[in-house]
């Protein structure tokens, strides 16, 4: 009896990523062989068909991956390819075919679809490539179904003739199997999930704008497969979908579901188009447990003009209203999108859009940069635009018509100081006050970017302690008159953040003798005025525990409590404490 082995392969950005197309079509070839078996009554000496998964990082040597595969000796090899892993792809297909030259190669995923035939031609080792959506095309490639007849695909004939078939139909989103029924494949990897698929928007950078194909997974299976997830205390679940709330009545039915059904532990991030939002909507995530669900919201600019040119239908107007409406309650991380290099959109411009954005507040603002996908609609417009990107993977821009190069490479600055500074989260109070010190927001991000060029810090790796003493020095030079109350709101930032036990050099002297912290800490446990829940603690635990500190220019103390912390910031409970506790203290404020 013969098995024919066929591994599906995967090459992630990350350890923790996992790639759910490949989980798909492995659950749906194995129904389609399962019911091709029963209906034939097949023999155990006729040919079986293994289908397994080799998942791998772009981080892995090539080598790694190359003797693993090699090692697995399939008699049929399938990548899936995207913008981050297709040059590795690439490569490894060109080895294995030396060393597995009787195994068929097929390709699929975005960035094989939509030029399928040059592909084949760069690529003489790939046997085809399956376009769009895969499940169904798959599954009639391993049941042995005729390629001449086959739509989905384009392939290599026996003569070497690379023969294009039609685009495969979509298929109904209801037969894509549950994969997640055995955990043990993605313990410690993040859970991604699709409740449709398609979009019913047209913006000219993604994707998804091709295919105006939109589907929803039947509404009562959603909330059998999320209620699966909650049981077993995942701790976070990745919706893909394209725009979640799309749909009022699916949106809200998931969410009414996940708030109803909750115990505390399950997080669900939802992609979301915020001016979408109706007033239940927002009353709904309102009303839900700090940290149940968070929101990415693709703002991408705020210009009229670039957002009419790119086709999208945002109004951002309403997208403020609804990220402020949102945020109210505190109880809800929102991740908003930018994109440089829209068409129409100059510097100056994209310092509006910036500003307009983080005026929002967002937990995090994600700088991102034009990517130049294959298919889309801002492909066939890069001379219109004199858009230049790169050649490689992921393609990214270099400059247009409104945006040069030293444009770009100042916003690439920009990005990485809020990346740094803002989406971190540990220099919150600190960004906050220095924020009025300059015209805008923008403007702050980019002296720090000079800063860090002029010194050279940009070539350099730095540890988190390091970050704060940068910043330190760059205020001392900017606003040398408020130099000391910037450290102390750094000091106060680091320890929202970390329960230290060696004092960070930037933070200086500590300004409470032994004496001081000793008189606190006796008091506190008789009175348990600002820990009342540490009653089963002795003095040293709760000392451990906690951290307090003595803010001589903000005229402060403050305990920092690390057993409570906040569920979206992950920052520590603060008491303010009455200094009549420290005696020296209040003489010295005389």
């Given at each position: 009896?013969?098995?024919?082995?066929?591994l599906?392969t995967a090459?992630?950005?990350?350890y923790i990523?996992?790639?759910?197309a490949v989980y798909s079509?492995?659950?749906?070839?194995n129904e389609?062989?399962?019911r091709k078996?029963?209906g034939e009554n097949k023999?155990?000496d006729?040919?079986k068909?293994?289908?397994?998964?080799?998942?791998?990082?772009?981080?892995?040597?090539t080598d790694?991956i190359?003797?693993?595969?090699?090692?697995?000796h399939?008699?049929m090899?399938?990548f899936?390819?995207y913008?981050?892993?297709?040059?590795?792809v690439?490569?490894i297909?060109?080895e294995?075919a030396?060393?597995?030259?009787d195994a068929?190669?097929?390709?699929?995923?975005?960035e094989?679809?939509?030029?399928?035939?040059r592909?084949?031609?760069?690529l003489p080792?790939v046997?085809?490539v399956?376009k769009?959506?895969?499940?169904?095309?798959f599954?009639?490639?391993v049941?042995?179904e005729?390629?001449?007849?086959m739509?989905?695909i384009t392939?290599?004939?026996?003569?070497g003739?690379?023969?294009?078939?039609?685009w495969r139909e979509?298929?109904d989103?209801?037969?894509?199997?549950?994969?997640y029924?055995?955990?043990?494949?993605?313990?410690?990897?993040?859970?991604y999930y699709e409740?449709s698929?398609?979009?019913?928007f047209?913006?000219s950078?993604c994707?998804?704008?091709?295919?105006?194909?939109?589907?929803?997974?039947?509404?009562?299976l959603v909330k059998?497969?999320?209620?699966?997830?909650?049981?077993?205390e995942?701790?976070?679940?990745?919706?893909v979908d394209r725009?979640?709330?799309?749909?009022?009545t699916?949106a809200m039915?998931?969410w009414?579901?996940i708030?109803?059904?909750?115990?505390g532990i399950?997080n669900f991030?939802?992609?979301?188009s915020?001016?979408l939002l109706?007033e239940?909507?927002i009353?709904?995530i309102q009303?839900m447990?700090p940290?149940?669900?968070?929101l990415?919201?693709?703002v991408q600019?705020?210009?009229?003009?670039t957002?009419?040119?790119?086709r999208r239908?945002?109004?951002?107007?309403?997208v403020a209203e609804?990220v402020r409406?949102?945020g109210?309650?505190?109880n809800?991380h929102?991740?908003?999108?930018?994109i440089?290099?829209?068409p129409?959109?100059?510097l100056k411009?994209f310092e509006e859009?910036?500003?307009d954005?983080?005026?929002?507040k967002?937990?995090?603002l994600?700088?991102?940069?034009?990517?130049?996908?294959?298919?889309s609609f801002?492909?066939?417009n890069?001379?219109a635009?004199?858009?230049?990107?790169?050649?490689t993977?992921?393609?990214e821009?270099l400059?247009t018509?409104?945006l040069?190069?030293?444009?770009?490479?100042?916003l690439k600055?920009v990005?990485e100081m809020v990346?740094?500074?803002?989406?971190?989260g540990?220099?919150?109070?600190?960004i906050r006050k220095?924020?009025?010190?300059?015209?805008?927001?923008?403007g702050m991000?980019?002296?720090?970017?000079e800063?860090?060029?002029?010194c050279?810090?940009?070539k350099?790796?730095?540890?988190r302690?390091?970050?704060?003493?940068?910043?330190l020095?760059?205020?001392?030079?900017?606003k040398?008159?408020?130099a000391?109350?910037y450290?102390?709101l750094?000091?106060y930032?680091y320890?929202l953040?970390e329960?230290?036990?060696t004092?960070?050099?930037f933070?200086?002297?500590?300004?409470?003798?032994?004496e001081?912290?000793r008189l606190f800490?006796?008091e506190?446990?008789?009175?348990r005025?600002y820990?009342?829940?540490y009653g089963k603690?002795?003095?040293n635990?709760?000392r451990?525990m906690?951290h307090?500190e003595?803010?001589?220019h903000?005229?402060?103390?403050i305990?920092?409590?690390?057993?409570?912390r906040?569920?979206l910031?992950?920052e520590?409970?603060t008491a303010?404490?009455?200094?009549?506790?420290c005696?020296?203290i209040?003489?010295?404020l005389k």
């Amino acid at each position: 009896m013969e098995t024919k082995k066929i591994l599906l392969t995967a090459i992630n950005a990350k350890y923790i990523h996992s790639n759910l197309a490949v989980y798909s079509l492995r659950a749906y070839a194995n129904e389609c062989l399962e019911r091709k078996n029963a209906g034939e009554n097949k023999e155990d000496d006729e040919e079986k068909v293994k289908i397994d998964i080799a998942e791998y990082t772009i981080n892995q040597q090539t080598d790694e991956i190359l003797m693993d595969i090699y090692r697995r000796h399939p008699d049929m090899l399938c990548f899936s390819c995207y913008i981050w892993n297709i040059q590795y792809v690439r490569e490894i297909v060109r080895e294995v075919a030396k060393i597995l030259p009787d195994a068929g190669i097929w390709l699929g995923g975005p960035e094989v679809s939509y030029d399928a035939v040059r592909v084949l031609e760069e690529l003489p080792e790939v046997t085809g490539v399956m376009k769009g959506e895969g499940e169904e095309t798959f599954a009639r490639l391993v049941l042995g179904e005729c390629k001449q007849e086959m739509t989905g695909i384009t392939f290599r004939d026996e003569e070497g003739r690379i023969i294009e078939r039609p685009w495969r139909e979509v298929m109904d989103l209801n037969k894509v199997p549950f994969i997640y029924q055995d955990m043990t494949d993605f313990a410690n990897k993040i859970i991604y999930y699709e409740s449709s698929r398609g979009c019913p928007f047209s913006c000219s950078y993604c994707l998804s704008s091709v295919d105006k194909k939109l589907r929803f997974r039947d509404v009562e299976l959603v909330k059998k497969e999320l209620q699966f997830f909650i049981d077993r205390e995942v701790p976070q679940v990745k919706f893909v979908d394209r725009t979640f709330n799309c749909s009022h009545t699916h949106a809200m039915e998931i969410w009414k579901y996940i708030t109803e059904h909750d115990r505390g532990i399950t997080n669900f991030h939802f992609e979301i188009s915020a001016d979408l939002l109706n007033e239940e909507e927002i009353a709904m995530i309102q009303s839900m447990r700090p940290g149940l669900i968070q929101l990415e919201i693709g703002v991408q600019s705020t210009c009229p003009e670039t957002i009419r040119e790119i086709r999208r239908t945002m109004k951002f107007g309403k997208v403020a209203e609804a990220v402020r409406s949102v945020g109210k309650n505190g109880n809800v991380h929102q991740h908003l999108d930018l994109i440089a290099g829209l068409p129409y959109e100059n510097l100056k411009r994209f310092e509006e859009s910036f500003n307009d954005v983080y005026a929002l507040k967002p937990e995090q603002l994600q700088l991102g940069f034009l990517k130049v996908l294959k298919g889309s609609f801002m492909e066939q417009n890069q001379e219109a635009y004199g858009l230049i990107c790169k050649d490689t993977p992921p393609y990214e821009v270099l400059c247009t018509k409104w945006l040069s190069y030293d444009d770009v490479l100042c916003l690439k600055g920009v990005e990485e100081m809020v990346e740094i500074y803002y989406n971190s989260g540990q220099f919150s109070r600190t960004i906050r006050k220095l924020e009025e010190e300059f015209s805008s927001a923008f403007g702050m991000y980019r002296e720090l970017a000079e800063y860090y060029t002029v010194c050279g810090l940009h070539k350099v790796s730095h540890a988190r302690a390091s970050r704060y003493e940068i910043l330190l020095e760059f205020i001392q030079k900017k606003k040398p008159e408020n130099a000391e109350i910037y450290r102390e709101l750094l000091i106060y930032d680091y320890y929202l953040r970390e329960n230290a036990k060696t004092r960070p050099e930037f933070a200086g002297e500590y300004q409470l003798s032994r004496e001081e912290v000793r008189l606190f800490y006796e008091e506190e446990a008789e009175s348990r005025r600002y820990l009342p829940d540490y009653g089963k603690y002795d003095r040293n635990q709760v000392r451990r525990m906690t951290h307090l500190e003595y803010f001589p220019h903000l005229e402060e103390m403050i305990l920092f409590d690390y057993a409570v912390r906040n569920p979206l910031t992950k920052e520590a409970r603060t008491a303010k404490v009455d200094t009549r506790y420290c005696k020296s203290i209040i003489n010295s404020l005389k």
